[in-house]
């Protein structure tokens, strides 16, 4: 099952909420430890986690400013429940990290964009093995939408439903700050986008381990995984030329990618925006072997 939501939607606000409550936090406590995560229950939002800043702050206010500029209800019917633990002391645990999606998704994501700058904002469901597709609508012109989506899902069966009630939670990725994971996070982002940028994958599932201190890891103690990926050469080469090729310590992570939190925020919300690590600098590397 495929599931994409608007950025005011679905797993995609809860990202946003995040992502604006993480940089709230550095705002008031500069390189703050953060990891917390977004549950959107309906009427309201949860979020938990904890922070080495000792700065409360009002999550509420910081999200119905930021949504204010694309949807005022939405904006006034913001609930947040804070169970965030301040000033929390951070130890460094195992590093388990993964990161998938394929080309079909990249395609619906740059419609949704086209859609969401027109004002058209909805929620997507699809059961590629029943060709069936559950959409809400959300008042929109639905001949519109169900031609456009029906160049990419062709003979696909269009079906209108609500997700208003389910329950949603933001992508671990989203709610990190100041922690050394982060890095990791985006240079399997980055890794992808050199994949698919050289047609070597259509469909990436990667996933990295260690029971290393951060600052200890490098290709010789990282186990990397391609699990349900579609390469087209073998699996077991592709992770070998993968740790040959892209930094995994932290110190050369932290030298090859930036971490930006609006950066972050752009990447959800606006069309063709291509994130600071989106790069190809490792092209070359992987052509030559």
Known sequence: ?????????????????????????????????????VIN????????????SDKVINIADSVSSFIKDYNEKLSNSIRVIDTILYNFNFKKDSLIVSYQTDK???????????LSSKGIFIDIKINEKDKII???????????????LSNIFKGYTFIEKSFYNETYISD????????????????????????????????????INSTQNEEEDDCLNINLDFKNSKLIVNKDWMSSLVLDVFPFNIESLKSNYEIDLQDELNSIIKKDYQPKWFNTKFISDIVLI
């Open 1 to 37: 099952m495929i599931e994409l939501y608007n950025f005011l939607s679905g797993k995609n606000l809860c990202n946003v909420v995040a992502n604006i409550t993480v940089r709230k936090i550095e705002e008031l406590f500069p390189n703050a430890e953060t990891e917390i995560s």
């Open 41 to 52: 229950v309906g009427n309201f939002f949860i979020v938990r986690g904890q922070t080495s």
């Open 104 to 114: 079909k998704q990249i395609k619906l994501n740059n419609l949704f964009y086209d």
């Open 134 to 148: 559950f959409l809400n609508y959300k008042n929109h012109d639905k001949s519109l939408i169900e031609s456009q």
């Open 172 to 207: 671990r990725f989203f709610g990190l700050g100041g922690l050394d994971e982060k890095y990791y996070h985006i240079l399997l982002r980055n890794i992808t986008y050199h994949l698919f940028s050289l047609s070597i994958s259509d469909k990436v599932n990667i996933s």
